[in-house]
């Protein structure tokens, strides 16, 4: 039910920024949970972070608090990741991914299998 365009990535040195977009078109995002996963060559794919269909709750991997970012701009319909103090281990290729079923979970979910609609990915090389 939801088009999702990601965009934003591509190669920047260690200790550098990078935001990621994901442009979502047919359904408001403030209806859905959206959440950031990313995959590595020869790794599964791995939860990043995630907001509420409301906009208040927040959930992040470990080894990225604190240097990530996920925000929302409602009058554009999309969802961004900031990303600052980038290091080797964070490249991948980075999907967007909505929720379809949110507003009937008591938490936002960091599992792969409950995101319904994904993007088709932007890649991210941390070089140093």
């Known amino acids: 039910q939801v088009q999702l365009v990601e965009s934003g990535g591509g190669l920047v040195q260690a200790g550098g920024s990078l935001r990621l977009s994901c442009a979502a078109s047919g359904r408001s995002l403030r209806s859905y949970s959206t959440a950031w996963f990313r995959q590595a060559p020869g790794k599964e794919r791995e939860f990043v972070a995630v907001?509420?269909?409301?906009?208040?709750?927040?959930k992040y991997l470990d080894s990225v608090k604190g240097r990530f970012t996920i925000s929302r701009d409602n009058a554009k319909n999309t969802v961004h990741l900031q990303m600052n103090n980038l290091k080797s281990e964070d490249s991948a290729v980075y999907y967007c991914?909505?929720?379809?079923?949110?507003?009937?979970?008591?938490?936002?979910?960091?599992?792969?299998?409950?995101?319904?609609?994904w993007g088709q990915g932007t890649q991210v090389t941390v070089s140093s």
């Open positions: 991914a909505v929720d379809l079923g949110s507003q009937f979970r008591r938490t936002i979910s960091s599992g792969s299998s409950d995101y319904d609609d």
């Open positions: 907001l509420s269909w409301s906009g208040s709750l927040t």
